[in-house]
Every structure is written in C-alpha cells, then in structure tokens.
C-alpha cells in the first residue's frame, strides 16, 4: 500500500469511493455498519441514534468510535492498529469525535486518531448519496443472484415442513383418547404387593373356630 493511501492522510481518505466504502460496510458485521449508517449516511441526530439502540448518547458515541475503527481495519489493512485504551480516554475520544461530527472538522487539540477517525465520518458523509445507492444495488444484485434465490426457496421450504410437523402433533394430540382414570381398588392392591426389601404383611391370628 503506498504511503498516502492509509487513513492518517487526507489524500488516502479522499480516495476512497462510494462503492468501495459500500462494500466494505457489508463486510462488517453487528452493529458497526448500522450506526455508520444511521449517524453519517443518513445523518440522524445523535440522540436519535441512540435511542434507536436504547443505549445513552455517551454508549452510542462509544459505539461510532468502535464503528470508525473497524471501517478503517477493513478499508486500510495496513493501517496500525490503534492501542487499547481505558474506559475514561475511549469516552473522551468518543466524545471528542462526536464534537467533529457536529462541528464538520476535529479541533486542533485532538488526538491524531480523533482526527483521522474524523477525516474518514466527514468523507462518509459527503458522499453519502452515492453509499447509499451503491449499498442499494448490493443488495438487489444479491437478492437476483441464484445463490440468494437457493437460500430462499430453502428457508421456505425448512418453514414450510415445521408448519407441517406442528400441525401433525397438534392433530395426533387431539385425537388420542383421553386418558383413562385409575381405579382405586387396583391400586389398593398393588399397595398390598409384596416389594424386595419391605417385610411381608403379617398374617393374621386364626379364629376359635379355625383352631378347633
């Protein structure tokens, strides 16, 4: 990768394109690509898109800084990684792109990561007709291709035999008789049964009668 096309440079970040930047948010997973989306392509208010996730605006602006890291790794493989930070220094990083983010441009104080991080929402959000666009014929193409049209006619047809097996159940439960109540008597007797380990009922004492 040639040493201007990395994140930590305007001319790497200007040469990012539409395209390329839709493809690289359908290749994140979880929540990064979604607060992107909703924060700078869609451009909905901060409290707006935390209340979307029903997380606190200090949560979400943690979240988007997390969002911007993994969109770098993914655009910049050769980009650095960023080191661990505590809790208290990722909050005032989050809370300090938040404040590029309302402002359009990171202050001159900032951490060089704030305003890399800063660099790449802004261009994200210049161009953000043409993300979404592009993330739109994405998914059309994937819902035309063949394999898209296998995993559907799948899934249906997996629904369709879970439907058919509960109804199966749900009529067999019905129409078995119901079950039969047992009777006292029988199981006085088993009571009476003789068991391994349990003495034997004595027997009782003979009457005068019998003894004579």
């Known amino acids: 990768m040639p040493p201007d096309a990395s994140a930590s440079t305007p001319s790497g970040v200007a040469s990012l394109t539409a395209p390329r930047a839709a493809e690289i948010l359908s290749r994140l997973l979880g929540r990064p690509p979604q607060a992107i989306s909703l924060r700078v392509l869609q451009g909905r208010p901060r409290g707006a898109c935390a209340a979307f996730f029903g997380i606190p605006g200090d949560a979400f602006d943690v979240m988007l800084l997390r969002a911007v890291q993994a969109f770098e790794a993914e655009a910049w493989p050769g980009t650095p990684r960023p080191p661990l930070l505590g809790a208290d220094e990722e909050a005032a990083q989050a809370g300090a792109l938040a404040q590029a983010l309302e402002a359009g441009a990171a202050e001159e104080g900032a951490a060089p990561e704030v305003k890399r991080h800063a660099r790449v929402l802004l261009h994200l959000r210049a161009m953000a007709p043409g993300v979404r666009a592009a993330m739109e014929a994405q998914e059309e193409a994937l819902e035309a291709s063949p394999r898209a049209r296998r995993e559907a006619w799948v899934r249906r047809g997996l629904v369709l035999l879970l439907m058919a097996a509960a109804l199966y159940f749900y009529q067999r439960q019905q129409a078995a008789p119901p079950p ?33």
């Open 180 to 212: 039969r109540p047992a009777r006292p008597r029988a199981a006085a007797v088993r009571a009476l049964r003789f068991h391994p380990g349990r003495a034997p009922p004595r027997a009782l004492p003979a009457s005068g009668k019998d003894r004579s």
